[in-house]
């Protein structure tokens, strides 16, 4: 199978690349990188897909989503999210342990793999990090480590006993596993529902402060100083979250930090008018949060966007504030969502986008990096910039419907993707199509 | 304006020339009561449903007297006596009482933004009767009906509220009401009982009773609940008594004309002492009585363009 990709603006900031290329894809991987030339060529290639200089990035990768399977199949399953992932312009997901049961034990990270193959995109299971996710005894690590798993998280449910984490961090080091950590202080957190601020004063809602996320940031990284583990903050939401991660790297302590696009595009304003699809944890933040993690950003200092995307049921996310649950579907919108409100006004370059959603997450996680160069796999996502389109939930291919972005008009999508040199979604006609 | 509205859901977003227009229908309302028939067809054939999801007593009986002396058909429905314990969601009952005719939905819900997530999805015009700690404008209307009965003008007043201001809604609808209308609002409790930023609302915030009570014109106090002692956010009630309580010597600091007012129901002798709920200053049964009227001028308000103000007659 040989497909041309004509006509490409090339973002990677691993390898020296023409301005306008044209991308040979042979046998799974990328044969050849050219320039752009005027005459037509490659009549023998299944397809050649004239780009009109739309960008062409190494396969989006996202180390944070929930996919729900096994147990939570009416939420999300493994097809379901990987088909999100795929009209996300996302080629490889790790998909967090807090399923049911919990991917606590090699057997079920077995059936995740085995569901995992008969998707379109690559899926890394992550582990928990102790039985149940319950926060008191370890979790099988070796064993897990066995069964392939890449990282260990008890995402959702923090690990509250500071022992059991600093014996976490120790036993993984082993392993060579990084500690992904959901840093919140579930009792200070007094099952608060939003960020704690003027408007959960004004909004009666139950605040949760700052301090409860950040509380546990500072105690995750005396425990990585302690231990020498590697330790990745899971969704960093504070100013002071990321200055404590940033003097802690400054001392040399292993800790990497991932941040949402939720968090980097809204703020807790927008809870106003008591929209469900805006309840997440953690909860948007303030307008000063919001800016310093946008600095950061340019300043190289956070090292992942990662999605967190949450599905639920839409009987979870309906009703009241206070009865829905957390969370955004947000594989579908990350990519857009970050070139309207980040790429467009200059806060955020499409190398560092890469940096930020391939290159990074591989190296937390041990995955291979696919380069724009002859001979890597041809995992790629082409965004074109200047399609304009609304964000209508009710056409996700997640089953988790809720967005605080629903009804917005975005400029730029997600026009194709490539997964080991085959096109999985195709959004070039009339309707957008996920391509087994 | 008013009458533009489908719902009424709290007083943020209302205007001072529009709580006075309320005030002034609740006024005329107010005259109904002192007839022998305390009653007018204003609203006949209008149904009111009130839909409870929280214990009230006296919101609840004030509301369904409120619709019953402007003749209109009133239904209550409250949380055992509804399919909510069969496990149906607040839309659907209220969705069950509207296709049964209802003109106008009453609710009251423990959670914040519930009377905006009915008011968004019915066609029925909805009247917020409480929604967890965001608001409860009616009342918020009636304490500032009682200070403007008996102090006139509110531009200038000095209105302190003390108590648990963070988990009040009561207090957030004084707030927003006050401050429409020029008040001066100052709130006073222990700093756990303070909500985080509430001064960019454009209130003071206090932390000492004796201070706040300075040339006041108005003190309402809030019920303190046992429950906020057992969460850790103070540490006795005596000892919040003694600090925050409203106590014949406090009392003395106050200005000749100022009121003392309470929502209720009280803790006698915890928030306020027995001789300061039942002396001179206190306005606390005309606040229950002005609640009537303040309701029936809401009703009559959302019923309806075609509703004539001549029925009042």
Known sequence: ?????????????????????????????????????????????????????????????????????????????????????????????AVMPNTRPVADNPATIELIKARAAEVPIDITPLGSITKGSAGSELAEIGFLSQAGVRGLTDDGQPVMNSEVMRRAMEYASDFGLPIISHCEDLKLAA??????????????????????????????????????????????????????????????????????????????????????????????????????????????????????????????????????????????????????????????????????????????????????????????????????????TGKFKSLGRHSPYNGWDLTGKVLLTIKDGRIIYDDRGDQAEILY | ?????????????????????????????????????????????????????????????????????????????????????????????????????????????????????LASNLKAAVLNAGDGAHAHPTQGLLDIYTIWEKLGELQGKKILIVGDIAHSRVARSNIWGLLNLGAEVRVCGPSTLLPRQIEKTGVKTYTRIDEALEDVDAVNILRIQLERQESGLFPSLREYRFLFGINEVRQLRLKDEALVMHPGPMNRGVEIESSVADGERAVITEQVTNGVAIRMALLYLLAGKEVQHENLA
């Open chain 1, 1 to 93: 199978m040989r497909i041309l990709l004509k006509n490409c603006q090339p973002v990677d900031p691993g390898n020296e690349l023409p301005e306008r290329a044209d991308l040979l894809l042979e046998e799974g991987s990328i044969s050849q990188v050219n320039k752009t030339k005027d005459q037509p060529d490659n009549t023998d290639c299944i397809e050649v897909i004239d780009l009109k200089g739309a960008f062409l990035l190494p396969g989006l990768i996202d180390m944070h989503a929930h996919f729900r399977e096994p147990g939570y199949e009416e939420k999300e399953t493994i097809r379901t999210g990987s088909e999100a992932a795929a009209a996300g312009g996302f080629t490889t997901v």
């Open chain 1, 191 to 392: 099952e608060g529902v939003m960020h704690e601020g003027y408007y959960s004063s004004i909004l009666g809602l139950k605040p949760i402060p700052a301090a409860a996320e950040e509380i546990m940031i500072a105690r995750d990284i005396a425990l990585a100083e302690l231990t020498g583990a590697r330790l990745h903050i899971a969704h960093l939401s504070t100013s002071r979250g990321l200055e404590m991660v940033l003097q802690a790297r400054a001392k040399g302590i292993k800790v990497t930090a991932e941040v949402t696009p939720h968090h980097l595009t809204l703020t807790d304003k927008a809870v106003l008018g008591y929209d469900t699809a805006t309840k997440v944890n953690p909860p948007l933040r303030s307008q000063q949060d919001l800016e310093a993690l946008q600095q950061a950003l340019n300043k190289d200092e956070i090292d992942v966007i990662a999605t967190d995307h949450a599905p639920h049921t839409v009987e979870e996310k309906m009703g009241t504030f206070d009865s829905a649950a957390f969370g955004i579907s947000g594989l579908e919108t990350a990519l857009a969502v970050l070139h309207q409100k980040l790429i467009l006004t200059d806060k955020l370059n499409w190398e560092k986008l890469v940096q930020l959603m391939h290159y990074n997450p591989a190296e937390i996680l041990g995955l291979e990096t696919r380069g724009l160069e002859a001979g890597a796999r041809a995992d790629l996502t082409v965004f074109a910039p200047d399609k304009n389109w609304q964000v209508d």
């Open chain 2, 1 to 117: 304006m008013l009458k533009q509205r489908k719902d009424f859901l709290g007083l943020y977003d209302v205007p001072g020339e529009d709580i006075m227009e309320i005030l002034q229908t609740a006024r005329s309302m107010k005259d109904i009561f002192t007839r022998s028939i305390k009653k007018v067809p204003t609203l006949r054939g209008k149904t009111v449903v009130n839909l409870f999801f929280e214990p009230s007593t006296r919101t609840k009986s004030s509301f369904d007297l409120a619709a019953k002396r402007l003749s209109a058909d009133v239904m209550s429905i409250s949380k055992s006596s509804s399919s909510v314990v069969k496990g149906e969601t607040l839309l659907d009952t209220a969705r069950t009482m509207e296709v049964m005719g209802a003109d106008i939905v009453v609710v009251r819900h423990s959670h914040p933004g519930a009377a905006r997530y």
